[in-house]
């Protein structure tokens, strides 16, 4: 549903502000209010769903998408399409935080890779098949049919819990650090809006400016509240863990890779001499295996997990480099193919890896700064590989996403013990 959800509205919006009256400036914020306020709300779901029923929660989440998901298409105008899309993204925090705190609740910590590998698999396919699917949805009924469709899998979703135990832990205190978990919302939301602003959105230049300014003065605030209180909304004996640091880090630059090769591999100068057909491959040796392997990356990550994310990290890195120095369409082609089963063989498994860290009764908080960590640095990622492409040309786009990968991969070797390997 999640990767639907942003693909398909990406898709949708030429469409949306055609058709619907309101500024046509209203158009970019269709995703990023959807992505800002799933930023912010995620840290602040896993907290609640730790100290709820973890299985009321998730469908509490999954309501609040369904009814947002038939709204939307029905929206009367841009402003009321955009604030049903920020509700849509507190929602889809709900159901990410509450989904993972389950998990955590029910699964050891031994048996998390192999989950995380059919969830790998699940998000991987919807991933690769999501511009396909959002297209194909326009086509038939038009945009509007982009909102209902993660609405009716939500609306399933929340029928699927049904008779479900409630997982609610004893053993979280019922006080949280709520300003705590407030500001780094807002830190987050402002600096992910504010680099989404800058990709490509046309939008002026004062308004990412606003955002970076109230970026700063909430983390300044945060870092004030943290320090006070004996119990602090961000988890940091977590990020004192450097497994855990490092394999989020590993997985928000494996994603980083991903959107900046969709991005760039196309305006390669390459693809001018490949055909239609030759360029459909291409995009699809760069996806579908994230469809495809993430079981098989589950199996591999029994014994070799650690080396299974450096080679692939590593990779990635070296096809990077080969990219600067030639454009020969069939190196194109087997770099997409190389990027691809790097992708594949690694979706899921530093999830896993880093969760097994995290224990049941903290699993929301966890899983949710994991995915905070995750969203930021891809979005980081993707804005800079879009600055210096502007600057120097489209494949300095995917040095960025390079680089970041040989330093993820460096991380994980050095933080990771070959022994939990």
Same mark, same amino acid.
């Given at each position: 549903?999640?990767?639907?959800?942003?693909?398909?509205?990406?898709?949708?919006?030429?469409?949306?502000?055609?058709?619907?009256?309101?500024?046509?400036?209203?158009?970019?914020?269709?995703?990023?209010?959807?992505?800002?306020?799933?930023?912010?709300?995620?840290? /602040?779901?896993?907290?609640?769903?730790?100290?709820?029923?973890?299985?009321?929660?998730?469908?509490?989440?999954?309501?609040?998408?369904?009814?947002?998901?038939?709204?939307?298409?029905?929206?009367?105008?841009?402003?009321?399409?955009?604030?049903?899309?920020?509700?849509?993204?507190?929602?889809?925090? !709900?159901?990410?935080?509450?989904?993972?705190?389950?998990? =955590?609740?029910?699964?050891?910590?031994?048996?998390?890779?192999?989950?995380?590998?059919?969830?790998? *698999?699940?998000?991987?396919?919807?991933? @690769?098949?999501?511009?396909?699917? *959002?297209?194909?949805?326009?086509?038939?009924?038009?945009?509007?049919?982009?909102?209902?469709?993660?609405?009716?899998?939500?609306?399933? @979703?929340?029928?699927?819990?049904?008779?479900?135990?409630?997982?609610?832990?004893?053993?979280?205190?019922?006080?949280?650090?709520?300003?705590? *978990?407030?500001?780094?919302?807002?830190?987050?939301?402002?600096?992910?809006?504010?680099?989404?602003?800058?990709?490509?959105?046309?939008?002026?230049?004062?308004?990412?400016?606003?955002?970076? =300014?109230?970026?700063?003065?909430?983390?300044?605030?945060?870092?004030?509240?943290?320090?006070?209180?004996?119990?602090?909304?961000?988890?940091?004996?977590?990020?004192?863990?450097?497994?855990?640091? @490092?394999?989020?880090?590993?997985?928000?630059?494996?994603?980083?890779?991903?959107?900046?090769?969709?991005?760039?591999?196309?305006?390669?100068?390459?693809?001018?001499?490949?055909?239609?057909?030759?360029?459909?491959?291409?995009?699809? /040796?760069?996806?579908?295996?994230?469809?495809?392997?993430?079981?098989?990356?589950?199996?591999?990550?029994?014994?070799?997990?650690?080396?299974?994310?450096?080679?692939?990290?590593?990779?990635?890195?070296?096809?990077?480099?080969?990219?600067?120095?030639?454009?020969?369409?069939?190196?194109?082609?087997?770099?997409?193919?190389?990027?691809?089963?790097?992708?594949?063989?690694?979706?899921?498994?530093?999830?896993?890896?880093?969760?097994?860290?995290?224990?049941?009764?903290?699993?929301?908080?966890?899983?949710?700064?994991?995915?905070?960590?995750?969203?930021?640095?891809?979005?980081?990622?993707?804005?800079?590989?879009?600055?210096? !492409?502007?600057?120097?040309?489209?494949?300095?786009?995917?040095?960025?996403?390079?680089?970041?990968?040989?330093?993820?991969?460096?991380?994980?070797?050095?933080?990771?013990?070959?022994?939990?390997?």
């Amino acid at each position: 549903m999640f990767p639907l959800a942003i693909t398909g509205a990406t898709a949708a919006v030429p469409d949306v502000t055609a058709q619907l009256p309101g500024a046509a400036a209203l158009g970019p914020w269709i995703v990023l209010a959807y992505n800002g306020l799933f930023a912010a709300a995620l840290l /602040l779901a896993g907290v609640v769903a730790d100290r709820t029923a973890r299985s009321l929660f998730f469908a509490v989440g999954n309501i609040v998408v369904a009814a947002t998901g038939i709204l939307s298409a029905l929206a009367p105008d841009l402003s009321s399409l955009v604030a049903l899309r920020a509700v849509a993204g507190i929602g889809a925090a !709900m159901c990410a935080a509450g989904g993972s705190s389950m998990i =955590l609740a029910v699964y050891p910590p031994e048996e998390r890779r192999r989950v995380y590998g059919y969830a790998g *698999a699940v998000l991987g396919g919807s991933l @690769a098949l999501g511009p396909v699917v *959002a297209q194909a949805l326009m086509a038939i009924g038009g945009w509007p049919l982009v909102f209902v469709a993660p609405g009716v899998v939500a609306a399933i @979703a929340t029928s699927a819990t049904f008779g479900l135990p409630g997982l609610r832990s004893p053993e979280v205190s019922d006080g949280f650090d709520l300003r705590g *978990a407030v500001l780094f919302g807002v830190t987050i939301a402002a600096v992910v809006t504010a680099l989404g602003l800058g990709v490509g959105t046309g939008v002026p230049w004062w308004e990412p400016g606003v955002l970076f =300014l109230v970026a700063a003065g909430s983390a300044a605030g945060l870092i004030r509240v943290e320090r006070r209180v004996p119990d602090p909304a961000i988890p940091v004996d977590l990020l004192r863990i450097p497994a855990y640091r @490092a394999y989020a880090f590993s997985t928000g630059a494996f994603m980083g890779m991903l959107v900046v090769g969709l991005t760039v591999l196309p305006q390669l100068g390459a693809v001018q001499r490949l055909g239609s057909g030759e360029a459909a491959v291409m995009l699809s /040796l760069l996806t579908v295996p994230s469809a495809v392997l993430p079981l098989v990356a589950a199996r591999l990550a029994r014994r070799w997990a650690r080396p299974l994310v450096t080679t692939t990290l590593f990779a990635c890195t070296v096809t990077v480099v080969i990219l600067q120095v030639t454009d020969h369409p069939a190196v194109l082609l087997g770099a997409a193919g190389v990027i691809g089963l790097c992708l594949g063989l690694t979706q899921g498994v530093p999830d896993g890896q880093a969760l097994k860290y995290v224990p049941s009764q903290r699993g929301g908080a966890g899983a949710a700064l994991f995915g905070t960590t995750r969203m930021s640095l891809e979005t980081c990622i993707l804005a800079a590989a879009t600055g210096v !492409m502007a600057a120097l040309g489209p494949s300095s786009g995917m040095a960025v996403a390079g680089a970041m990968c040989l330093t993820a991969a460096l991380l994980v070797h050095r933080a990771v013990p070959s022994h939990e390997a």
